[in-house]
C-alpha cells in the first residue's frame, strides 16, 4: 500500500538552508497535491529577536519588530514554498513543537532541514531532527543543509 501524503509540515527559518528544504517540500507538495504548513519555532528563552526584553519602554518597539519579523518570515515563505501555504509562529521547545503542530495540522510528513555538526556537539546536544524523529509517530524527512 502506497501512503498518501495529503499534508507536509515544513519547520523552517529565513536562511538560505531553509530554502533547499522548501525546494523538497514543494517538489513533494506538487508530486502528492499536498498542502504544506511551514513553522517556526521560536525557543522561549530567547524570544523572536534572540533575546528577552523585559522593560517597558521596549514593548512597542519588540512588538514592532516581531511584526516585521512575521512579515519576513511569511514573505519568504511564500516565495519559496506552494502558494496557499499556511504560516505559523509558535513559542516553545522545538522538538516539541513540530511534533505537537504536526499531529494538531494532521501532517502525514514532516520535511526538515538538519545541519551537519561535529561528532562532540551531536553528542552533547543531538540535533532537533533525531529528538523530531525519536518523539514523532508521523515519517520524517531529512535535507541535509550543510555545516554551521
Not at 531553509?18 to 497535491?33: D, I, K, L, P, Q
Amino acid at each position: 500500500m502506497v501512503p498518501e501524503i495529503r499534508h507536509i509540515l515544513v519547520p523552517i527559518d529565513i536562511t538560505d538552508a531553509s530554502s533547499r528544504v522548501a525546494g523538497y517540500a514543494t517538489a513533494m507538495a506538487e508530486r502528492f497535491h499536498a498542502r504544506v504548513t511551514a513553522l517556526y519555532v521560536v525557543e522561549e528563552s530567547e524570544g523572536i529577536l534572540g533575546f528577552t526584553v523585559a522593560t517597558r519602554d521596549t514593548d512597542e518597539s519588540e512588538a514592532e519588530l516581531e511584526s516585521e519579523f512575521a512579515q519576513k518570515l511569511s514573505d519568504h515563505a511564500h516565495r519559496y514554498l506552494p502558494s496557499g501555504t499556511e504560516v505559523r509562529v509558535v513559542e516553545g521547545e522545538p522538538h516539541h513543537r513540530i511534533v505537537e503542530t504536526a499531529r494538531e495540522v494532521g501532517a502525514d510528513l514532516i520535511l526538515m532541514g538538519h545541519h551537519l555538526r561535529g561528532k562532540l556537539e551531536r553528542l552533547m546536544n543531538g540535533s532537533v531532527a533525531e529528538h523530531v524523529l525519536r518523539e514523532s509517530q508521523i515519517p520524517l524527512l531529512v535535507v541535509p543543509v550543510g555545516q554551521d
